[in-house]
C-alpha cells in the first residue's frame, strides 16, 4: 500500500470529500482522519468514498470496516502478503480495506444485491469473490488461507440461522497455522449477555481461543475473537 501522505488544505479537502456521497453538511467527514491514521493514503481514502452509497445500512457498515482496520493496527496485526478469505464480504468495504493493507483477498458473500454492488464498485476482485455461502466454498480454497475473516452486522441473520454448520466448515479454510478473525458489530447481540455468550461453546467446539474480549454487560462497543484452529477449554476470567 502506498501510505505517502499528502497536505490538503480545509478548501481541497472539502471539494474532493463533496465529490462522493459520503460527507458532512460542512463537507468534511472525521472518517478521513481516522483512515490516514490507520495507514490509508489519501488517494485511497477518496477513491472508496467515490464508491460510497447511503443504502443498505451503509454507512454503519463503513464506520465498521474503519474500526476493523484500526482493530488491526492496535493488535499489531500485519496483513501484508496474507492470504485472507472475507467471509460474507457484504458490501466488501473491509475487503477493499484489507486489500488496501496489502492482503490478497479471497472472498464469499450469497447476496446477490451485495455481492453485485461489491464487484461492480471494483471492492473486491471479481475473479476472487464468490457468490456462494461458507458452506458451498469450492473445494480448492480449502486450507489455503492465512486468515479467515468474518465480520458480523447481524449476528444470526448473517449465519443463516445455523451458527454450528458455518463454524464447523470455518476452520476447515484456514492452513494449519492459520487463523480465524471474528468481528461481531450487532449492538444486540452485544447487550444481551446470554445471547452473546451461547455463541462460546460453539466457537469452542471448533477453535484454540488465542484472544478473547473481555465481556462487560452494557458494552455496546465491537466484539472481537481471535482463534486458531483445534478445541480448548474456555478460560472463564474473561467472562467475569
Given at each position: 500500500m502506498d501510505s505517502t501522505k499528502r497536505y490538503l488544505d480545509m478548501e481541497e479537502l472539502k471539494n474532493a470529500i463533496k465529490s462522493t456521497k459520503y460527507?458532512?453538511?460542512?463537507?468534511?467527514?472525521?472518517?478521513?482522519?481516522?483512515?490516514?491514521d490507520v495507514g490509508f493514503s489519501l488517494e485511497y481514502i477518496l477513491s472508496i468514498m467515490k464508491t460510497f452509497e447511503p443504502d443498505f445500512y451503509g454507512e454503519e457498515k463503513f464506520k465498521f470496516a474503519i474500526e476493523n482496520a484500526e482493530y488491526f493496527r492496535q493488535k499489531g496485526i500485519s496483513l501484508a502478503g496474507k492470504r485472507i478469505l472475507d467471509v460474507g464480504f457484504g458490501l466488501?468495504?473491509?475487503?477493499?480495506?484489507?486489500?488496501?493493507?496489502?492482503?490478497?483477498?479471497?472472498?464469499?458473500?450469497?447476496?446477490?444485491?451485495?455481492?453485485n454492488f461489491?464487484?461492480?464498485?471494483?471492492?473486491?476482485?471479481?475473479?476472487?469473490?464468490?457468490?456462494?455461502t461458507l458452506e458451498r466454498i469450492p473445494e480448492g480454497l480449502l486450507g489455503t488461507?492465512?486468515?479467515?475473516?468474518?465480520?458480523?452486522?447481524?449476528?444470526?441473520?448473517d449465519l443463516g440461522g445455523n451458527p454450528e454448520s458455518f463454524?464447523?466448515?470455518?476452520?476447515k479454510t484456514i492452513k494449519p497455522k492459520g487463523s480465524v478473525i471474528?468481528?461481531?458489530?450487532?449492538?444486540?447481540?452485544?447487550?444481551?449477555?446470554?445471547?452473546?455468550?451461547?455463541?462460546?461453546?460453539?466457537?469452542?467446539k471448533h477453535f484454540n481461543f488465542v484472544d478473547l474480549p473481555r465481556y462487560?454487560?452494557?458494552?455496546?462497543?465491537?466484539?472481537?475473537?481471535?482463534?486458531?484452529?483445534?478445541?480448548?477449554?474456555?478460560?472463564?476470567?474473561?467472562?467475569?
Amino acid at each position: 500500500m502506498d501510505s505517502t501522505k499528502r497536505y490538503l488544505d480545509m478548501e481541497e479537502l472539502k471539494n474532493a470529500i463533496k465529490s462522493t456521497k459520503y460527507f458532512n453538511q460542512d463537507g468534511t467527514t472525521i472518517e478521513w482522519k481516522r483512515m490516514l491514521d490507520v495507514g490509508f493514503s489519501l488517494e485511497y481514502i477518496l477513491s472508496i468514498m467515490k464508491t460510497f452509497e447511503p443504502d443498505f445500512y451503509g454507512e454503519e457498515k463503513f464506520k465498521f470496516a474503519i474500526e476493523n482496520a484500526e482493530y488491526f493496527r492496535q493488535k499489531g496485526i500485519s496483513l501484508a502478503g496474507k492470504r485472507i478469505l472475507d467471509v460474507g464480504f457484504g458490501l466488501g468495504y473491509n475487503s477493499s480495506m484489507m486489500a488496501a493493507l496489502e492482503a490478497d483477498i479471497f472472498g464469499v458473500e450469497p447476496d446477490d444485491v451485495y455481492f453485485n454492488f461489491a464487484v461492480s464498485k471494483n471492492l473486491i476482485n471479481r475473479e476472487k469473490a464468490f457468490k456462494s455461502t461458507l458452506e458451498r466454498i469450492p473445494e480448492g480454497l480449502l486450507g489455503t488461507f492465512d486468515i479467515a475473516t468474518v465480520f458480523l452486522f447481524e449476528v444470526m441473520r448473517d449465519l443463516g440461522g445455523n451458527p454450528e454448520s458455518f463454524f464447523d466448515k470455518l476452520p476447515k479454510t484456514i492452513k494449519p497455522k492459520g487463523s480465524v478473525i471474528i468481528g461481531i458489530h450487532d449492538e444486540y447481540f452485544i447487550k444481551d449477555s446470554k445471547w452473546n455468550l451461547s455463541i462460546l461453546p460453539i466457537l469452542n467446539k471448533h477453535f484454540n481461543f488465542v484472544d478473547l474480549p473481555r465481556y462487560k454487560e452494557g458494552n455496546l462497543g465491537n466484539l472481537y475473537y481471535i482463534l486458531a484452529g483445534g478445541p480448548k477449554i474456555i478460560d472463564k476470567r474473561y467472562y467475569q
